[in-house]
């Protein structure tokens, strides 16, 4: 481990990008810092590179990932019905089942060298989870977690019609993560009917717009939740 601790992050911003196009850019991020991790194991304290850190914010046109867990039984649609639809479809190397990316929906991709922060997955998860909750309550909405599942839900406590609005997915190696969560705030919800999102059968799925009965401005969203990811973090954010 290196020991200068950088936590200054690169906020990007890649708007509408097709799926498979963020993911081959989150891959090259994720690889250089594994592969500067590795490189400075065989180097002197003071002669080891920083590793950087990086935050992706963006939309996807429709899209279904199905994650390594997951079952494939768990899209309800086939081929033909992905064209007509206008959605794709990827298997892909994040933890979790399946879930569903469009239009409306903030999806983040934390690119984080955990070493920087702390090394603790099940932290990493709470946090993010945490950021979704905190910009949530701005919007006088109530949300938080149910045991067992990751995410974020309403009505966790009683759960007489829980619902979720924020799907997570990570993967990490020599911590480092990529992938991350996917935050409905316009999002098409119909779109989730293709599908039993996460492999969860009995819950259903809601977005910021269906609980405030109108759509929301996504920038005003993001600009909140950055905020709020940046002091849970205790980050340094900053855009080239």
């Not at 479809?89 to 999806?107: A, C, E, F, L, S």
């Amino acid at each position: 481990m290196n020991s200068i601790i950088n936590k200054k992050v690169q906020f990007i911003d890649l708007g509408i990008i097709d799926y498979k196009e963020a993911w081959d850019y989150q891959t090259k991020l994720f690889d250089e810092i594994v592969g500067l991790k590795i490189s400075n194991r065989k180097l002197q304290e003071d002669q080891q590179a920083i590793t950087p850190n990086h935050l992706i914010f963006c939309e996807h046109p429709h899209v279904y990932t199905l994650g390594k867990s997951g079952s494939e039984e768990h899209l309800l649609i086939d081929s033909n019905g992905l064209k007509a639809k206008q959605a794709t479809y990827y298997k892909i190397n994040r933890g979790g089942d399946i879930t569903y990316h469009g239009p409306g929906q903030i999806v983040g991709y934390p690119i984080l060298d955990l070493d920087n922060f702390f090394t603790d997955i099940h932290k990493y998860l709470r946090l993010l989870e945490e950021g979704i909750i905190e910009t949530l309550a701005e919007y006088g909405i109530i949300a938080g977690r149910i045991e067992g599942l990751t995410g974020v839900w309403l009505d966790h406590v009683q759960q007489v019609k829980p619902r979720k609005i924020c799907a997570m997915g990570v993967k990490s190696s020599r911590w480092v993560t990529m992938h991350g969560f996917a935050f409905n705030v316009n999002t098409d919800l119909d779109y989730f009917g293709n599908i039993v999102p996460c492999g969860i059968e009995d819950k259903a799925v809601t977005s910021l717009e269906k609980e405030l009965g109108q759509k929301q401005n996504i920038d005003e969203v993001k600009s909140i939740l950055k905020a709020k990811l940046a002091v849970l973090f205790e980050m340094s954010l900053f855009e080239k």
